[in-house]
T-cell receptor, first 113, second 112 residues
Framework: DAGVIQSPRHEVTEMGQEVTLRCKPISGHDYLFWYRQTMMRGLELLIYFNNNVPIDDSGMPEDRFSAKMPNASFSTLKIQPSEPRDSAVYFCASIAWGNGELFFGEGSRLTVL | SQQGEEDPQALSIQEGENATMNCSYKTSINNLQWYRQNSGRGLVHLILIRSNEREKHSGRLRVTLDTSKKSSSLLITASRAADTASYFC????????????FGSGTQLTVLP
């Protein structure tokens, strides 16, 4: 199994631009999580899905952030418009029901200038 | 806010020594997990201990859990340079066993 796949690995963009981060979870995993990691705030849970349905989006910082999971094998996290304070590493992770172990992707490092 | 807080924030030891990292948390948990993160990489699961367990072993790793003190420790025995990484504890609450809250991490450096 290829594990959780995220793209792009690195993104540099200018303030005001739209950013789309993508994630392919491990096949058969029915939970998907989006985390953000910064030096100041550590790892923060943004949103998670169960069977493609958003369950808790209370960690999404503001309306500029949105996430979708149109099917079991694909999710996106979109920031529009982006701001410099959105610069962080964004991780996607998935888990199978009945299991406690989270599998993380390698992350998408976002820099907003 | 973060549920778990690791201590120390940074630890530097010589190869062959043991490394101990501690984690404290605030609310009742279903389980506590430890993850490792190499620089520039994603987190990797190391070990999970359930709230009704007190100690667990996996290879050179030993985890303890004291629910009365709301604390856990991770011991890495006979450390190697390849163990250099950040280590995070993560808690799952009873009400949301799939939703993990991560601590701030301990940066471990093992000197050859």
């Amino acid at each position: 199994d290829a594990g959780v796949i995220q793209s792009p690995r690195h993104e540099v963009t200018e303030m005001g631009q739209e950013v789309t981060l993508r994630c392919k979870p491990i096949s058969g995993h029915d939970y998907l999580f989006w985390y953000r990691q910064t030096m100041m705030r550590g790892l923060e849970l943004l949103i998670y899905f169960n069977n493609n349905v958003p369950i808790d989006d209370s960690g999404m910082p503001e309306d500029r952030f949105s996430a979708k999971m149109p099917n079991a094998s694909f999710s996106t996290l979109k920031i529009q418009p982006s701001e410099p304070r959105d610069s962080a590493v964004y991780f996607c992770a998935s888990i199978a029901w009945g299991n406690g172990e989270l599998f993380f992707g390698e992350g998408s490092r976002l820099t907003v200038l | 806010s973060q549920q778990g807080e690791e201590d120390p924030q940074a630890l530097s030891i010589q190869e062959g020594e043991n490394a101990t990292m501690n984690c404290s948390y605030k609310t009742s948990i279903n389980n506590l997990q430890w993850y490792r993160q190499n620089s520039g990489r994603g987190l990797v699961h190391l070990i999970l201990i359930r709230s009704n367990e007190r100690e667990k072993h996996s290879g050179r790793l030993r985890v303890t859990l004291d629910t009365s003190k709301k604390s856990s420790s991770l011991l890495i025995t006979a450390s190697r340079a390849a163990d250099t990484a950040s280590y995070f504890c993560a808690t799952a609450t009873s009400g949301s066993a799939r939703q993990l809250t991560f601590g701030s991490g301990t940066q471990l450096t093992v000197l050859p």
